[in-house]
């Protein structure tokens, strides 16, 4: 079985800086994604940024940016320039890749992150 | 992606009761999802619910405590059993149209009295 750790429960940032959030996971899977996923205050889950574990680059959506170490089982993500829109609870995910299986798309989520971006 | 809707977006019952929380997509799609989020928690995954078979459910949930249908490919409900206050959570479900990326419904909130 997959779990995912993540050992900030809160962090705090000015508007206009950078922020990292930390996660790790444990798995004997080869080959998985991993996934940030923001919540805000609606509740709706929106995904950040998405990572495919066989992909050495690290992927990068804008302002957001994640630091993938496979070998130490890490996945932070980084928020540049935050903005006020940002203050959400971030999950950190991990889904293993079974083409065709029934287990695919079942995704093990972290415990969270809230963010809080102040003015 | 994938438009989804849920029914109620929230709802305050009684122990002992059962609500039946509805899910739509706006495409067809083979599986859905049902996740649990407990107050100020993580998201657990309850089940999983492709059409025209039995859903399948993740360890520490039963069928007879959160029964799901699944009648089509655009349509599927979850429903919450013989409820107690521990059951009081955001109920949540989900599609992978395409790919391996996630799209989560809006969640409904359930608080149980």
């Known amino acids: 079985a997959q779990t995912v750790t993540q050992s900030q429960p809160e962090m705090s940032v000015q508007e206009a800086e950078t922020v990292t959030l930390s996660c790790t996971y444990d798995t004997s899977e080869n080959n998985y994604y991993l996934f940030w996923y923001k919540q805000p205050p609606s509740r709706q889950m929106i995904l950040v940024i998405r990572?495919?574990?066989?992909?050495?680059q690290n992927a990068t959506e804008n302002r957001f940016s994640v630091n993938f170490q496979k070998a130490a089982k890490s996945f932070s993500l980084k928020i540049s320039d935050s903005q006020l829109g940002d203050t959400a609870m971030y999950f950190c995910?991990?889904?293993?890749?079974?083409?065709?299986?029934?287990?695919?798309?079942?995704?093990?989520f972290g415990q969270g992150t809230i963010l809080t971006v102040h003015p | 992606s994938a438009v989804i809707s849920q029914k109620p977006s929230r709802d305050i019952c009684q122990r002992g009761t059962s609500l039946t929380i509805q899910c739509q997509v706006d495409?067809?799609?083979?599986?859905m999802f049902w996740y649990r989020q407990q107050p100020g928690q993580s998201l657990t995954l309850i089940a999983t619910?492709?059409?025209?078979?039995?859903?399948?459910?993740e360890s520490g949930f039963v069928i007879d405590k959160f029964p799901i249908s699944r009648p089509n490919l655009t349509f599927s409900t979850l429903t919450v059993s013989n409820m107690s206050p521990e059951d009081s959570s955001i109920y949540l479900c989900?599609?992978?149209?395409?790919?391996?990326?996630?799209?989560f419904g809006p969640g409904t909130r359930l608080t149980v009295l």
């Open positions: 989900s599609v992978v149209p395409a790919g391996v990326e996630q799209f």
């Open positions: 495409s067809q799609v083979t599986m």
């Open positions: 990572q495919e574990a066989y992909k050495q």
């Open positions: 619910a492709n059409q025209g078979s039995e859903a399948t459910y």
């Open positions: 995910a991990f889904m293993k890749h079974v083409a065709g299986g029934t287990s695919y798309g079942k995704l093990t």
